[in-house]
């Protein structure tokens, strides 16, 4: 009977120090610079694998486009429907990455009017079409009839001699990523419901 009685005192100790450690609330000046001060500030920024900076890992589909002073239009298209994150995940994404010129050769007004944030669903669509998942190079590609891509709809690969076309754009340049492979692309690649 005592070893029960001392039992439950030492537990019934454990609890209280817990307790008290627990509700300890420590008063800080409100314009501290501490991580509860300035979590504020942080979470108003953009989260996600895709804002971490990683100088040392070769760049992915998403490094890859941003350093490209060909593909900034790609890249503001990516950041308005926030597919950011979706870009940097393991993979192996092939991403068929139109160019600035090949946005340009859209009827006028299209790119301004996908980038509204009351579009931003069918700009994700648009997006999404042009990632497939897999990391096949432009010979390999050679082999296919068609590609099932991110938005669930398939899109065509024909050969023209040592060409390929991929929805009717042709890849003009291959470059691998650490998590697959960005290919160049003279066309924006429309869905068929576009």
Request: hydrophobic share 40%; aromatic share 6%.
């Amino acid at each position: 009977m005592r070893t029960t009685t001392n039992f439950k005192l030492v537990v019934g100790s454990f609890l209280m120090l817990f307790l008290i450690c627990s509700c300890k609330n420590e008063a800080k000046p409100e314009n501290s610079n501490t991580p509860a001060a300035t979590s504020e500030v942080t979470n108003t920024e953009k989260q996600g694998q895709a804002f971490i900076e990683d100088d040392v890992s070769k760049p992915n589909v998403l490094q890859i486009a941003i350093s490209s002073s060909d593909h900034t239009t790609l890249v503001a298209a990516v950041q308005a429907a926030s597919l950011e994150n979706a870009l940097v995940n393991a993979g192996p994404l092939m991403v068929f990455a139109p160019t600035n010129a090949a946005f340009d050769a859209l009827p006028a007004g299209t790119v301004e009017e996908l980038l509204k944030p009351e579009n931003k669903d069918a700009l994700s669509n648009i997006l999404k079409h042009h990632v497939t998942a897999g990391n096949y190079d432009k010979g390999f590609l050679k082999k296919f009839k068609k590609l099932g891509q991110a938005n669930d709809q398939n899109t065509t690969v024909e050969v023209r001699g040592d060409d390929v076309y991929v929805g009717g754009a042709k890849i003009i340049a291959s470059i691998p990523a650490g998590n697959g492979i960005v290919h160049v692309v003279d066309k924006v690649i429309l869905p068929p419901n576009q």
